[in-house]
């Protein structure tokens, strides 16, 4: 590798990073407002960092990270960074990068860059650890490295969640490989690869992504108590998924805020709901008109999971949001249509409320179903 540079900048490389860098300023601000007063640290942590920048001169995820921090004064005083990758060359251009950030000095913990393998030692190293609130970025090139040991032991304390790159195609092709059995295995353990792979046999296409990334999101939430957001990639041309970014947390404010960072950076819109992919063919080959009516189906969900039922809005959208891409916006869009509609009512107790507004507590009365 010449000069710390990649060979290109790909757009999905550079949405993959405005998601990442935009997360993290939006969890960064949240978190340190809760342990300013106790002058406690936050981190960031980078175990596939790269190079610091692209061939045209892009900076990738750590420089724009690093950016953030040096801009703001509280971060500067709190944030922690470590940033790995295996590859020499690729750790040393990133340090170099970094040294010649503007600002740089004013952390006041210096960024700090590895040249380790991600394995087992590692994977131990943070199980035995007490972490600070951390944003943990996976990004291999393929599946090595990336396990559910490793998930679990960086999200497991307070405020630490885990954003990781799925190379949906390298997984896909080696379901069936018993040369990289262990990795698949690692990724969504053994028993799960199992079945996975007996299904497999009869599904091709759509469905067979579908029950990979399904059956991974469960792998990633075994006992129901996390959030786990996928966002697609595709290939050039559409037709094809190339990656899944995948995201987990252990609260729910964290799905919301990163379920709003997807639906901007998302290629397309259907009735007013982001799709939660990009691909590049989007913006060439545009569609006339709109194939699908989400919306309509969110009304007709509501309607029925709800009927008969009275909730403030920030229970209903934390309870019925889950697993779905609607962000509070689409709820807020088809509740206004059904009150006006005289389908519902909603009310703020003890308060005026300006009708068409549906704030956290303004409790809602759905329609006892229809026969």
Same mark, same amino acid.
Request: proline share 4%.
């Given at each position: 590798?010449?000069?710390?540079?990649?060979?290109?900048?790909?757009?999905?490389?550079?949405?993959?990073?405005?998601?990442?860098?935009?997360?993290?300023?939006?969890?960064?601000?949240?978190?340190?407002?809760?342990?300013?007063?106790?002058?406690?640290?936050?981190?960031?942590?980078?175990?596939?960092?790269?190079?610091?920048?692209?061939?045209?001169?892009?900076?990738?995820?750590?420089?724009?990270?690093?950016?953030?921090?040096?801009?703001?004064?509280?971060?500067?005083?709190?944030?922690?960074?470590?940033?790995?990758?295996?590859?020499?060359?690729?750790?040393?251009?990133?340090?170099?990068?970094?040294?010649? /950030?503007?600002? !740089?000095? @004013?952390?006041?913990?210096?960024?700090?860059? #590895?040249?380790?393998?991600?394995?087992? =030692?590692?994977? $131990?190293?943070?199980?035995?650890?007490?972490?600070?609130?951390?944003?943990?970025?996976?990004?291999?090139?393929?599946?090595?490295?990336?396990?559910?040991?490793?998930?679990?032991?960086?999200?497991?304390?307070?405020?630490?969640?885990?954003?990781?790159?799925?190379?949906?195609?390298?997984?896909?092709?080696?379901?069936?490989?018993?040369?990289?059995?262990?990795?698949?295995?690692?990724?969504?353990?053994?028993?799960?690869?199992?079945?996975?792979?007996?299904?497999?046999?009869?599904?091709?296409?759509?469905?067979?992504?579908?029950?990979?990334?399904?059956?991974?999101?469960?792998?990633?939430?075994?006992?129901?108590?996390?959030?786990?957001?996928?966002?697609?990639?595709?290939?050039?041309?559409?037709?094809?998924?190339?990656?899944? /970014?995948?995201? !987990?947390? @252990?609260?729910?404010?964290?799905?919301?805020? #990163?379920?709003?960072?997807?639906?901007? =950076?998302?290629? $397309?819109?259907?009735?007013?709901?982001?799709?939660?992919?990009?691909?590049?063919?989007?913006?060439?080959?545009?569609?006339?008109?709109?194939?699908?009516?989400?919306?309509?189906?969110?009304?007709?969900?509501?309607?029925?999971?709800?009927?008969?039922?009275?909730?403030?809005?920030?229970?209903?959208?934390?309870?019925?949001?889950?697993?779905?891409?609607?962000?509070?916006?689409?709820?807020?869009?088809?509740?206004?249509?059904?009150?006006?509609?005289?389908?519902?009512?909603?009310?703020?107790?003890?308060?005026?409320?300006?009708?068409?507004?549906?704030?956290?507590?303004?409790?809602?009365?759905?329609?006892?179903?229809?026969?």
């Amino acid at each position: 590798m010449t000069d710390g540079f990649f060979e290109e900048s790909r757009e999905q490389s550079l949405i993959k990073s405005a998601i990442v860098s935009k997360y993290f300023w939006a969890w960064a601000k949240v978190i340190m407002s809760q342990v300013k007063r106790s002058g406690k640290k936050i981190a960031y942590i980078d175990l596939f960092a790269g190079p610091g920048r692209y061939k045209d001169g892009t900076k990738s995820t750590p420089l724009l990270v690093l950016e953030q921090a040096i801009d703001d004064p509280d971060m500067c005083q709190m944030l922690v960074t470590l940033f790995n990758d295996k590859d020499e060359d690729s750790s040393s251009s990133l340090e170099r990068a970094i040294q010649e /950030l503007p600002g !740089v000095e @004013k952390l006041k913990y210096r960024p700090r860059v #590895m040249n380790k393998e991600v394995g087992t =030692e590692m994977v $131990k190293l943070f199980e035995q650890m007490k972490l600070v609130p951390t944003l943990f970025f996976v990004d291999p090139w393929g599946y090595k490295g990336l396990s559910l040991q490793l998930v679990n032991a960086v999200v497991k304390d307070w405020a630490c969640e885990c954003i990781f790159f799925f190379n949906y195609n390298r997984i896909n092709m080696g379901l069936n490989n018993e040369f990289v059995e262990e990795h698949i295995n690692a990724l969504f353990g053994k028993e799960r690869a199992d079945t996975l792979r007996s299904r497999l046999e009869t599904l091709s296409g759509a469905d067979r992504e579908q029950l990979i990334v399904e059956e991974l999101c469960g792998a990633l939430n075994p006992t129901n108590d996390r959030y786990v957001l996928p966002f697609r990639f595709r290939d050039d041309r559409g037709t094809r998924t190339s990656h899944h /970014l995948i995201f !987990v947390s @252990k609260h729910f404010l964290g799905y919301h805020i #990163m379920k709003g960072v997807m639906a901007r =950076e998302s290629s $397309k819109e259907e009735q007013g709901v982001a799709t939660f992919e990009y691909s590049p063919a989007d913006k060439k080959y545009p569609l006339l008109f709109e194939l699908s009516r989400p919306l309509d189906n969110l009304e007709a969900m509501l309607l029925n999971d709800c009927a008969g039922k009275s909730m403030a809005f920030k229970q209903l959208y934390e309870t019925h949001s889950v697993g779905k891409r609607y962000t509070d916006s689409n709820y807020k869009q088809v509740l206004i249509k059904l009150e006006k509609a005289g389908t519902i009512t909603a009310v703020k107790p003890g308060k005026k409320r300006r009708k068409g507004t549906f704030a956290d507590d303004v409790v809602i009365t759905f329609p006892q179903k229809q026969d």
